[in-house]
Nanobody, 125 residues
Framework: VQLQASGGGLVQAGDSLRLSCAAS????????MGWFRQAPGKEREFVAA????????IYAESVEGRFTLSRDNAKKIVYLQMNSLNPEDTANYYC???????????????????WGQGTLVTVSS
């Protein structure tokens, strides 16, 4: 499974950005996709996760109400719409996928088997 993340950039506080993560590969597509982020000097933290098979996404408390995770099943792309960005959202954002047989959402990074490259989001005050 290959994951390609895109959409990062430099924005001002209060602005919006949309990140995308496309899943590809010859093996069976994963069921659960997630986003994590890592700020300089900090540990990687969970942002949001969603299942291709349905159900509501889950979010970290710090982004609940501001970020929205959605999916395009046909294109195998997940989108992270980030609104009302603030400087604390500055980080490298990573998309991740759980193993193909797993359908349960998790906030734990160890639960994800596949990782894409990071896309940098910088929010200036």
């Amino acid at each position: 499974v290959q994951l390609q993340a895109s959409g990062g950039g430099l924005v001002q506080a209060g602005d919006s950005l949309r990140l995308s993560c496309a899943a590809s590969g010859r093996t069976l597509s994963p069921n659960v996709m997630g986003w994590f982020r890592q700020a300089p000097g900090k540990e990687r933290e969970f942002v949001a996760a969603i299942s291709w098979s349905g159900g509501s996404p889950i979010y970290a408390e710090s982004v609940e109400g501001r970020f929205t995770l959605s999916r395009d099943n046909a294109k195998k792309i997940v989108y992270l719409q980030m609104n009302s960005l603030n400087p604390e959202d500055t980080a490298n954002y990573y998309c991740a996928a759980r193993g193909q047989s797993i359908t349960v959402l998790t906030r734990t990074a160890r639960g994800y088997a596949y990782w894409g490259q990071g896309t940098l989001v910088t929010v200036s005050s």
